[in-house]
């Protein structure tokens, strides 16, 4: 028997088949238009409550359009992303070195064992002309432009993601992003929860030891890590054709904390802080000055802290304003111990004779010499605020605008004889616009002032990307960007003031001696007011992905034409000082990267061309035709004409992993660069922690040091051991 | 099940009736559906459709799917407590785990056909029901979805998922199948709460992407904002284990369409008809595959149309049925 269906008002599919008066029929009829669209066929979920909806709770959106990345396909220019896993899947074991897998950059080391990267080249001792940050924190010294790759706050651990934007980037990050952007992104605490431990040894005293603890939850999430970094540096150097032992390493510890606070779901803070200390070794024969005694070793005491509001008005609009201060403080100090003749000479306002050897002078000669102490400390600081903002009009039209100011501060009594400041302020706009499927335009610019020149400068960019398929785009942009001279450059105030003196020299203490001074007079323009560098940059890209079989295929091509003007070159130590805007560079070429991902195989490939032509433009009487080419010369040292890397990472059976990669760069001044690393890696994944043991080789192929002669390593095979757990 | 047979409707006449009657009858034939005029004269089998409590809206939108899928043969009543006192012999269909537990409590001798439910929800009670209890099961297989990450993503190899001690059983039986896909997977025990991310980021230095399967203790709405955006963050993607987790920022999931469940679910009722007896829980024979595009452009990940991942799963998975027939 059925029962009586009770619940039979509340059913409009049973109501309706049931006796109905036209009435009721009428009225069930309206409603049933009325409800039809949310319980339609559900091949055609409804607008007002579809599928999911119904038989789920709707969760909130959480990868929404202002946390993903901009894909690769309407980026408007060519970006290079170094992924952390790759990092550690290779066994690189520098930070710097990483740089060996961008298209075009090159690495090497300078003076006592001091890390130099570029993209084309046109540096040597600073990298003043790329923008370097480290989650979005302007990471270059303040007044010499410099990178200290060996102080970085960044342990290989916690690298999320490197991405370098290839070419002029001012309209996005400001002056000095003049040939590139790097920016290293470290992993948010939310990612690194729980403990992390890790260890690395191997040749030439390398050791690095990692720590990190954290904890991840909804209010506030948190990181607190650990590194130390060490190395004895190269093996030998060289000088008069003699081997020296070569003090030229490094001990750096550093601390990091990372805290992120989400106040509410549309606002959160995040908390960053780190100190950095250590000793960067320098050596006594290779940079020991006016007749050093002992090793001019740099004590480093660096300090950050970083604070950034994100704020999420809606899917379409949000901004953030992140404030920075970083603190860079070197102290080196070294005893010095000059004969009397050579000091009478100094006094007497002649060059000084810098070709000291240890051992040259000692306290007890006679007559009596100059023994004191000299110093090059400096203390330098940045405060930096950024506020970004980004809109969505609709889907197809993005305005990303934003401010910033920054505040360079440096203090040295030996280079600037006191201390100063360097102001900038900059506004920026970029707007991206689909005005259909198959092409993207951006144009953005960016107006800055600085007081390192007190002038203005606007660097706009503009492109146009193609896009032939979803993961397919052919690129035209256009960039123009400077570089304004840094502080060190612009106003010198460099000299010497000994301390400690001793008798019977005392009446020396304190006493200024002016490198302005010293330096040859027949060419010096100490002093002389520099203007900016310019660069005019035309690239033809093309990026694509694509399932080859069962392999994901990433190409990524890049044609480039720059000419760059104003460049400055020349010469700065104590003897020498003449820099001026008088170098004209034109360079073009190509670069290719590309990786095939097969099931338990990736391949990854890069190569750069690089042709480049200098030419000096100074005035023709300002020096000789030696000193002319010198300074062309100077800014091709980094330059090399072919490049690139080859990788193979092959997972194998009993959890194991082995990486290869080549690197080559052809060629530096004295020679090529040519290197393969092997390693070998097992991780173990246990119920309650993961561990991995591996062993690197880095074998040079090229026993010749590529740019330095002391860079002299005794073994061509260097042997590496990594340990790590994580709870 | 007995036949419910109702009286034919007198069908009124126009001239009798004025314009606003005319209008109502119009309506009417525009918008009912053709069962509901044809039903008349056959003899009609009631079944009574029990929903969630709290979802009056999905049990409206099943019954009237279900209405469609069933014909005109079919009555659907809504269920009522108590009822099975009076009628333990029809037809129940139930939506969701709470629904069939309601009536399963109020009598263990009602034939039952379970809607909405998991695998390892009803296989317990289909074991012991003789026959009595059916079921269509809702969440996708397994590896199925993994199917549908290793047709998004070629070259992976390794799978990895997370699991509470009690939950772990749910990979159980994944594990065997996996290798036939050429893949290898790992199950990652989250202990504690606090050990959720430590545990996921292990995971993910594991697996080339995470299979969610439905798991509340995992994946649930407080903790899905932590695992889509460390998942992300690392360049992994998470696979499953619904739709509602695709639209939060899971790549992809597989589905099957509620339609598809319904007309799973009339061939069920017209196999117990016929045998007396439920076959198998089993699942709808199409799925089709929910894709959040703009997380995969932002991965950089190309993806094919939804056409050619769903052949390429259909693909693998053959392949996978083929390799366990031999």
Known sequence: ?727 | MKPDKHTKQDFPSALSYTGVWLVGFLLCLMTLPHSVFAQDDVPRTTIYVAGPENNPTLTQHMTGLLAKALGQGVSLRPFESGQTSQDSDSLAITLGPEAFTQVRQESRSVPILALMVDSAFIEGYFGRSEGRVGAVLYSPPLIRQVAAGKAILPHATHVAMLATPESVELYEGLMDQLADLGMEGRVFIVSQNDNLIPTLIRALGYGDFLLAAPDSDIYNPRTIKHVLLTTYRRNRIVIGPSRAYVRAGALASNYAPLKNIADEAAQQVAGYQQAGRFPAPSYPDTFKLEINRQVARSLNIPLPTEEELRAAIELRLSSLRESNDE
């Open chain 1, 1 to 727: 028997m059925p029962v009586t269906n009770r619940l039979a008002k509340t059913s409009s599919v049973n109501l309706i088949r049931h006796n109905l008066c036209p009435l009721n029929a009428l009225i069930l009829a309206s409603a049933w238009l009325f409800l039809s669209p949310a319980i339609a066929d559900d091949s055609e979920p409804s607008s007002q409550l579809s599928e999911p909806e119904l038989l789920e709770p709707p969760l909130p959106e959480v990868l929404t359009t202002t946390r993903l990345r901009q894909p690769k396909s309407k980026v408007p220019g060519t970006t290079t992303i170094i992924e952390g896993d790759l990092i550690r899947d290779l066994g690189v074991m520098n930070l710097v070195e990483v740089f060996r897998l961008v298209p075009g950059m090159t690495v090497t080391e300078v003076g006592s064992n001091n890390p130099v990267t570029s993209y084309h080249g046109t540096v040597h001792y600073e990298q003043r002309r790329l923008q370097i940050q480290v989650d979005g924190r302007t990471s270059y010294r303040a007044s010499l432009s410099d990178t200290d790759w060996h102080t970085m706050p960044v342990p290989l651990e916690l690298i999320e993601r490197i991405e370098v934007s290839r070419g002029p980037n001012s309209a996005a990050h400001g002056i000095n992003a003049f040939l590139g952007t790097v920016n290293i992104i470290t992993r948010s605490p939310d990612d690194t929860a729980g403990v992390q431990l890790g260890a690395a040894s191997g040749s030439r005293g390398y050791l690095r030891t990692f720590g990190s603890v954290g904890s991840a939850s909804e209010p506030y999430s948190w990181r607190l890590a650990y590194e130390k970094r060490r190395s004895d540096g190269f093996d030998r150097q060289v000088d008069g054709g003699q081997l020296y032992p070569f003090n030229d390493g490094y001990n750096m510890n550093t601390f990091s904390y990372d805290g992120i606070a989400r106040l509410t779901d549309q606002l959160n803070l995040e908390l960053r802080g780190g100190v950095v200390d250590g000793i960067n070794e320098e050596d006594l024969r290779k940079n020991g000055k006016f007749g050093a005694t002992d090793d001019p070793n740099i004590i480093v005491d660096d300090y950050y802290l970083q604070t950034r509001l994100n704020v999420t008005t809606s899917n379409t609009h949000f901004y953030h304003l992140q404030v920075s201060y970083q603190n860079y403080q070197r102290r080196q100090r070294w005893p010095i111990c000059i004969p009397a003749p050579v000091l009478d000479n100094m006094i007497a306002g002649n060059p000084p004779d810098s070709d000291f050897d240890p051992g040259d002078c000692s306290p007890g000669d006679t007559p009596a010499p100059l023994v004191a102490n000299l110093n090059e400390d400096i203390e330098e600081s940045r405060l930096e605020f950024e506020l970004q903002d980004t809109l969505y009009f609709r889907p197809d039209l993005k305005l990303v605008s934003g401010l910033g100011y920054r505040r360079d501060t440096f203090r040295s009594e030996t280079f600037f004889n006191g201390r100063g400041n360097n102001y900038q302020s900059r506004a920026f706009v970029n707007a991206e616009y689909s005005p259909f499927e198959w092409v993207t335009l951006n144009a953005g610019g960016n107006w800055e002032t600085t007081t390192t020149t007190d002038e203005g400068y606007f660097s706009p960019r503009v492109a146009t990307n193609f896009i032939i398929s979803e993961n397919q785009a052919i690129r035209f942009v256009y960039s123009e960007a400077v570089r304004t001279p840094d502080a060190f450059e612009q106003t010198p105030d460099w000299s010497y003031r000994p301390s400690n003196v001793r008798a019977p020299y005392t009446a020396l203490e304190g006493r200024r001696f002016r490198v302005e001074d010293l330096v040859d007079p027949t060419t010096s323009t100490f002093g002389q007011e520099l203007e900016e560098e310019r660069i005019v940059s035309r690239e033809v890209s093309y990026f694509g992905q694509f399932y080859m079989s069962h392999a994901l295929m990433s190409l990524e091509l890049r044609y480039f034409n720059d000419e760059l003007r104003d460049m400055i070159s020349g010469v700065i130590n104590e003897e020498d000082w003449f820099i001026a805007n008088n170098v004209a560079l034109d360079q073009e070429g190509f670069e290719v990267e590309g990786s095939l991902d097969y099931a338990h195989t990736k391949l990854r490939a890069t190569y750069a061309y690089l042709d480049q032509d200098g030419w000096y433009t100074g005035q023709p009487d300002a020096l000789n035709a030696d000193d002319q080419d010198y300074v062309v010369e100077l800014l091709g040292r980094l330059s090399v004409r072919h490049s690139g890397s080859f990788s193979w990472i092959q997972k194998l059976p009993f959890n194991l992993t082995s990486a290869a990669t080549f690197y080559w760069a052809d060629e530096f001044r004295r020679s090529q660069f040519e290197r393969a690393d092997f390693r070998i890696a097992r991780r173990i994944d246990a119920s309650r922690y993961s561990y991995e043991l591996a062993l690197t080789m880095q074998h040079y192929l090229n026993r010749d040091p590529e740019l330095s002669p002391d860079n002299l390593i005794s073994d061509h095979n260097q042997f590496f051991v990594e340990a790590g757990v994580r709870f």
